[in-house]
């Protein structure tokens, strides 16, 4: 599967923005999808996770309450909606995908099988 982020941009703190990600293919409802970030010189760091239907999502403790993650599988699309942004948020995000079953979610980067190219999200003071 493809994957093609989209949707980053420079915030002002406080605001809002919403990550897409498109998979190609016909078999997305197949995959988990995660959003992991990351910073020069720093580790990929996990975000946000969902199951293959969406009923199960899992979040790090640092975005907890503000972001959410949800899927269409009937578009091929996974978002991060991001709210109460931080500048600390300011990173490229990825999306990722792994061949998954059940209400099973991954937080570890290296379970996912399939990353997309990454959208920089700015957050200003």
């Known amino acids: 599967v493809q994957l093609q982020a989209s949707g980053g941009g420079l915030v002002q703190a406080g605001g809002s923005l919403r990550l897409s990600c498109a998979a190609s293919?016909?078999?997305?409802?197949?995959?988990?999808m995660g959003w992991f970030r990351q910073v020069p010189g720093k580790e990929r760091e996990f975000v946000a996770a969902i199951s293959l239907s969406g009923g199960n999502t899992y979040y790090a403790d640092s975005v907890k309450g503000r972001f959410t993650i949800t899927r269409d599988n009937a578009k091929n699309t996974v978002y991060l909606q991001m709210n109460s942004l931080k500048p600390e948020d300011t990173a490229v995000y990825y999306c990722?995908?792994?061949?998954?079953?059940?209400?099973?979610?991954?937080?570890?980067?290296?379970?996912?099988?399939?990353w997309g190219q990454g959208t920089l999200v700015t957050v200003s003071s």
């Open positions: 990722a995908a792994k061949v998954s079953y059940g209400s099973r979610v991954y937080a570890d980067r290296y379970e996912y099988d399939y």
């Open positions: 293919g016909r078999t997305f409802s197949r995959y988990a």
